[in-house]
């Protein structure tokens, strides 16, 4: 199932991912999806707390809105690296390519000389959401990577 949505770009960074993405065999979709999941795995900003949004500056540039069409789980994982980071999906994405597209292209260059890079169906589907109370206060624990209890399950049943 996929989910269409709509964010602002400026031009300058449109055709650097218009390029990188092509270059790469990629939708542009798909390239802002694996450079987003790349900065968070390599935790490039810190979680806030307590904090408003932050929006893009808009200091008079020229902005071009980009339609994105993201699978359910890649929709979710933006909304919560929203939340996470407090700032809007243009912003995280003009910060990942300030400061983590370089870095991407890197990982990207190596890892598509494995023929199944592309083949990992289930990236984003691997953290999940733990409810509890502790001393009165509803928590929400959120896990970016498979729960431990399933990993320390599997490691003594291997």
Not at 56 to 81: C, I, T
Request: glycine share 2%.
């Amino acid at each position: 199932m996929y989910i269409e949505t709509t964010t602002c770009i400026s031009y300058n960074h449109l055709s650097l991912v218009k390029l990188y993405a092509l270059e790469h065999k990629m939708s542009v979709s798909s390239f802002l999806a694996h450079l987003i999941a790349f900065a968070v795995q390599c935790e490039k900003l810190d979680i806030r707390c307590l904090k408003r949004l932050r929006y893009r500056k808009r200091n008079g540039g020229s902005w071009k809105r980009v339609h994105l069409v993201l699978f359910q789980d890649e929709y979710e994982y933006f909304l919560d690296v929203r939340k996470l980071w407090k700032m809007s999906i243009a912003n995280v994405i003009a910060y990942c390519l300030d400061n983590v597209l370089q870095e991407f292209l890197n990982f990207l260059t190596r890892v598509e000389q494995d023929e199944d890079y592309y083949t990992d169906n289930y990236r984003l589907k691997g953290y999940a959401f733990d409810f509890c109370i502790e001393e009165e206060v509803f928590c929400i624990k959120l896990y970016w990577g498979p729960h431990p209890e399933i990993i320390k399950k599997a490691l003594l049943s291997a």
